[in-house]
Nanobody, 127 residues
Framework: QVQLVESGGGLVQAGGSLRLSCAAS????????MGWFRQPPGKAREFVAA????????SYADSVKGRFTISRDNARNTVYLQMNSLKPEDTAVYFC????????????????????WGQGTQVTVSS
């Protein structure tokens, strides 16, 4: 069983920055592929970013490329999402997700690629 706990959400003005963190349980975290998804109000959950087990391969949704950066620290069992130049349309609940099988993140098929999920953290960007 993998437990994920997100933190770092909050209210920020457009153009500002936030860094989300996701702390994971499990002795084999360094083998997991990890992802961030978000769910805007009234909409479906959507892919944001993903990172492979050693941090060499990352992928991003087009809507966040150049503004968001995903990274991980395997010594701390933590994955991060640095969000810069935030826009009101980035407002959503952000979820951390884990794939213990370490499947490729070059192209993420969707939420079903990940087996474990955190409870989410709210990010609100005001205009």
């Amino acid at each position: 069983q993998v437990q994920l706990v997100e933190s770092g959400g909050g209210l920020v003005q457009a153009g500002g920055s936030l860094r989300l963190s996701c702390a994971a349980s499990g002795r084999t975290f360094s083998t997991y592929a990890m992802g961030w998804f978000r769910q805007p109000p009234g909409k479906a959950r959507e892919f944001v970013a993903a990172i492979d087990w050693n941090g060499w391969i990352t992928s991003y949704a087009d809507s966040v490329k150049g503004r968001f950066t995903i990274s991980r620290d395997n010594a701390r069992n933590t994955v991060y999402l640095q969000m810069n130049s935030l826009k009101p349309e980035d407002t959503a609940v952000y979820f951390c997700a884990a794939d213990p099988t370490g499947r490729s993140v070059t192209v993420v098929s969707g939420p079903s690629q990940f087996d474990y999920w955190g409870q989410g953290t709210q990010v609100t960007v005001s205009s």
